[in-house]
């Protein structure tokens, strides 16, 4: 069944990969860009493509998030992909943490995936099985933390994981199921050379878990895999 979908953070990586699986499955998408330099390949492809749609958005500014709102109010979605994310500078053990940069990973990471469901959650009124699906991370875990460090990125993802818990209770009257996924340690920008699997499965995999989720599982934190993520 053909589905409108928003997806942020479409600019490389996961992002992209969502946008490519969801066009190549026959969806209608509308996709953002945080800066027009670093998507190129998703630009080639919405003129490629009639079925996709960019924006430029920064989800860690609120006012870029209501000026996607306004462009695009009136959007008829059925899932809602925050994939945007920010891991901040990597190494900063105990007593090295940089202030301003935690901020800005929990402006990315937490703040700005609630703003974007707060903006849209009303172009989801139309759909027959709405999502609202986020894309977290295993580090996020307080019970798989078995590692210490990794301050910036991991309390914003376990922050994130409580917005989400709290929308699927708040939005569960609406019929929107909400989802926490974490995507695997993936072979991108991010996750590096070293990662253990490669983008189409772990976007295949997102995609087969977002299809599949009904308000029983709603306010679960799932692995790609569909295997359930301790919180």
């Not at 959650?121 to 990794?150: M, T, Y």
Request: with cysteine; aromatic share 8%; hydrophobic share 40%.
């Amino acid at each position: 069944m053909e589905r409108n979908v928003l997806v942020t953070g479409a600019g490389r990586g996961i992002g992209l990969a969502l946008v490519k699986h969801l066009l190549a499955n026959g969806h209608r998408v509308w996709a953002t860009y945080r800066r027009p330099e670093s998507a190129t390949e998703l630009l080639t492809l919405e003129d490629q493509n009639p079925l996709l749609s960019t924006a430029q958005l920064d989800v860690a500014e609120p006012s870029s998030i209501s000026v996607l709102k306004e462009k695009w109010k009136h959007l008829s979605l059925d899932w809602i992909i925050n994939n945007a994310g920010y891991y901040g500078p990597k190494g900063m053990a105990f007593g090295e943490v940089d202030v301003a940069e935690w901020q800005k990973v929990f402006a990315t990471n937490t703040i700005g995936p609630y703003l974007i469901a707060e903006a849209f959650v009303d172009c989801l009124e139309d759909s027959d099985a709405p999502k609202l699906a986020f894309l977290s991370s295993k580090v996020g875990s307080i019970e798989d933390n078995q590692s210490g460090g990794g301050y910036l990125y991991r309390s914003s993802k376990a922050a994130l994981n409580q917005v989400i818990k709290s929308l699927s209770i708040d939005l569960r009257h609406k019929g929107i199921s909400v989802v926490a996924l974490h995507p695997g340690w993936v072979k991108t920008a991010m996750g590096g050379p070293n990662a253990l699997i490669s983008v189409d499965v772990s976007v295949e995999g997102l995609l087969s878990v977002i299809e599949l989720l009904d308000l029983s599982k709603s306010g679960a934190f799932i692995n790609y895999d569909g295997s359930q993520i301790p919180w």
